[in-house]
């Protein structure tokens, strides 16, 4: 801190003494406080900023007033912005980056999760004893479940079977949901809720498959005590339906817990705004009623489901669904569904999985029902984002999207690509001419490499998880999480965009190096691309004066610490419109 500032601030301090030596004497205080029109509220000074405006600056000290930055700058400038009643923090040289913004996950599943068994990415006989765990809590009939388990990390590597959880829970319905959410683990209980019949009569619904045991499993000695041609257990993608839907509804206070929970996980991470990939009007009530409360401070920029909740909301006027609560909650686009996972075997390929013969995965639409979704949305004023992991669904969605485009001579349309996972590189380059955006989540990349190119082979791979060529085709890359498919912490992204390893440093080198990420991409991907993801490139996702005082203070530096320890980034304190929202005890 400069000289000047010093002695400003004990001026400052011998004033308030003052006053508070009149005020016990008997001196009446003043009517209402005058403050000079250019205080701020709150001043920060001796910081490291980062503030991801368009030249990537660095600043020292910011000053907000009304929730939004009056001035960024530095230690040098900051005592024009300071009154008696201004608070100031000294930030002792510690790293302020923009609040950062999950461009894809799942808010309330963020909240569910924590209520549900948590497998994620657990040993199979780790998943099982939480489960018998459960049991023993449970009444007979009552449904138990959770969410987080992949046979990829397993020995051997296959889908697990409905006999392991008969074992353990011959009288409860179990359905556990694979990790990257399209896929469901389901014992015998559960099966007959779901009506299904294993010896192979109930079909396969469009988008989704009921796994079966193959005369290949037989040869090989793969789960015993089930006949060629029976369910194992394991359903994908619509398939998953046949149970889920006669799970037990979760109450109307566990439902506005889970949001609650959300918001507190969430903040934790330095994230102060998040585009929820879909969800419906009764969640959007749910939000509305907390944020009235004032229970919720994040900024959620939600996706319509598909259906039923996205032609309640084109039928809403926009000034009842944008812009609410001082831009914390807008829903201006829709999700929609055109394949699976890759883990799950069912994204949607233009050739066969390299590792299972003669099958394509799960289309989830004809050509002429994405047309008229997509259609019927953007002459409701919205913006579309499709999932499409498979290169022949992201041939499908660019296909229809570059048809509505031209139809209706949209301009600023933004439409996504919700993973655009694996991509023919003859599409690459498609993304940036039809202005469509590629929303990728980095620790996908990681978290599929020990399967990944087994699914589709030496060559498809270039094209998978391609964020330098998307990158150098002139695209930008909206970076988010996919949570509770991986953990909500934004540092894991970054060390993934950055090192292609995963968190235990796996593989030395790292995998397919020529597509990393520099870390001042990285960060732009987490903060300003994403805002413009969400159309609010003005309002956040930089620091920057005119715009909400959101930022998060970390426990190192960011661009200067080696990339190996980007992933153990801590979050020390979370700001949103220049409250105080998270601070890590």
């Known amino acids: 801190m400069n000289k000047r500032l010093r002695n400003f601030i004990s001026i400052v301090t011998c004033l308030i003494l003052i006053t508070s030596l009149i005020g016990q004497i008997g001196f009446a205080a003043p009517a209402e406080v005058k403050r000079l029109p250019f205080a701020a509220d709150t001043v920060y000074f001796n910081g490291n900023i980062y503030t991801v405006d368009e030249k990537f600056s660095k600043a020292t000290a910011m000053a907000i007033k009304d929730g939004k930055f009056i001035f960024v700058g530095d230690d040098n400038q900051i005592d024009y912005f300071i009154d008696r009643y201004t608070k100031v923090v000294d930030l002792k040289g510690k790293t302020v980056i923009p609040g950062l913004i999950d461009a894809h996950l799942h808010y309330p599943g963020v909240g569910a999760a924590v209520q549900q068994i948590d497998c994620f990415w657990a040993p199979k006989e780790e998943i099982l004893n939480k489960v018998a765990e459960a049991v023993k809590r449970s009444q007979p009939g009552e449904w138990i479940i959770g969410r987080g388990w992949n046979q990829e990390v397993w020995e051997p590597a296959i889908f697990p079977s409905k006999l392991e959880l008969d074992a353990i829970a011959p009288n409860n319905p179990v359905v556990l949901t694979r990790v990257c959410g399209h896929a469901i683990w389901a014992n015998s209980a559960a099966m007959k809720i779901g009506g299904i019949d294993v010896d192979g009569v109930t079909p396969n ?16 000695g793969r789960y015993k005590g089930i006949k060629v041609g029976e369910a194992i257990g394991v359903f994908t993608d619509t398939a998953a ?7 037990p509804d979760p109450t109307e206070n566990q439902l506005i817990d889970q949001l609650r929970l959300a918001q507190e996980h969430i903040l934790s991470y330095g994230i102060t705004s998040v585009r929820d990939a879909g969800s419906g009007v009764d969640t959007f009530n749910r939000l509305k009623e907390l944020y009235e409360k004032d229970e919720l401070k994040i900024r959620i920029y939600m996706m319509a489901s598909e259906g039923k909740s996205a032609e309640q909301f084109y039928k809403m006027p926009a000034e009842e669904r944008t812009g609410l609560f001082g831009d914390r909650l807008n829903v201006r686009s829709i999700k929609l569904m055109a394949d699976g996972s890759l883990g799950a075997r069912s994204a949607w390929m233009l050739e066969e999985y390299s590792d299972r013969k003669g099958h394509v995965g799960d289309p989830r639409y004809t050509d002429e029902e994405l ?16 999932h499409a992991i498979g290169d022949a669904a992201n041939r499908q969605v660019l296909d229809i999207y570059e ?11 933004r439409f996504a690509i919700e993973h655009a996972q694996i991509v023919a590189l003859d599409d690459i380059p498609r993304f940036a001419e039809l202005g469509v955006l590629p929303s990728m989540q ?3 990349a990681t978290s599929d490499l020990n399967m990944a190119e087994d699914r589709v082979g030496s060559e498809r791979i270039k094209g998978a998880y391609a964020w330098r060529k998307m990158i ?28 292609r390893k995963t968190r235990d440093g796996f593989p030395e080198g790292g995998w397919y190096t020529e597509e990393c990420l520099t870390k001042e991409e990285a960060l732009r991907a987490y903060t300003i691309w994403a805002a413009y993801a969400q159309f609010q490139e003005d309002k956040i996702g930089s620091i920057e004066e005119g715009k909400y005082a959101d930022f998060a203070i970390i426990d190192r530096d960011y661009m200067s610490c080696p990339a190996d320890e980007l992933k153990d980034i801590n979050a020390l304190m979370t700001v949103i419109a220049g409250e105080v929202v998270y601070e890590r005890k």
């Open 205 to 220: 619904p469009v988008g989704g498959e009921i796994i079966r045991k193959t005369a290949e499993d037989e040869a090989k």
């Open 241 to 247: 339906g046949i149970i889920t839907n006669h799970e």
């Open 371 to 386: 047309y008229g979704y997509v259609k019927k949305a953007a002459e409701a004023g919205f913006q579309v984002n499709t």
């Open 403 to 413: 048809k509505v485009i031209k139809e209706l001579n949209l301009k600023d349309h």
């Open 442 to 444: 980095f620790v996908h």
């Open 472 to 499: 150098e085709s002139g695209s930008i890359i909206p970076n988010g999480t996919d949570a509770p498919v991986e953990l909500v912490n934004p540092f894991h992204g970054f060390y993934a965009a950055v090192t």
